[in-house]
Nanobody, 119 residues
Framework: QVQLVESGGGLVQAGGSLRLSCAASGSIFSINVMGWYRQAPGKQRELVAV???????NYVDSVKGRFTISRDKAKNTVYLQMNSLKPEDTAVYYC?????????????WGQGTQVTVSS
């Protein structure tokens, strides 16, 4: 079994910074893609940022220049550095990983961590 556990959420004032972490554990041969998604109240879950095993990164337009995704492959951990936070960044942030075992990839999600940005 595989588990993804997020940490680092909290309450911050607009303009502040937070760093989210997501550690994958369990039976893992490799992880192809890791990413962060968020869901605000009354809205659909949206992609925030993803990073591939090769290091390619993609971001939603609203966070470009403010957020940075990175990963430590040896630790099966992905990070999201969030700077210049805005109230509209308030959401539950979820980690996602595509874990490969026996040549098959499977999606796993974390439980989510709340990020609240006050104005």
């Amino acid at each position: 079994q595989v588990q993804l556990v997020e940490s680092g959420g909290g309450l911050v004032q607009a303009g502040g910074s937070l760093r989210l972490s997501c550690a994958a554990s369990g039976s893992i041969f490799s992880i192809n893609v890791m990413g962060w998604y968020r869901q605000a109240p009354g809205k659909q879950r949206e992609l925030v940022a993803v990073i591939t095993s090769g290091g390619s990164r993609n971001y939603v337009d609203s966070v470009k220049g403010r957020f940075t995704i990175s990963r430590d492959k040896a630790k099966n951990t992905v990070y999201l550095q969030m700077n210049s936070l805005k109230p509209e960044d308030t959401a539950v942030y979820y980690c996602r990983g595509v874990v490969v075992n026996n040549s098959q990839g499977r999606d796993y999600w974390g439980q989510g961590t709340q990020v609240t940005v006050s104005s």
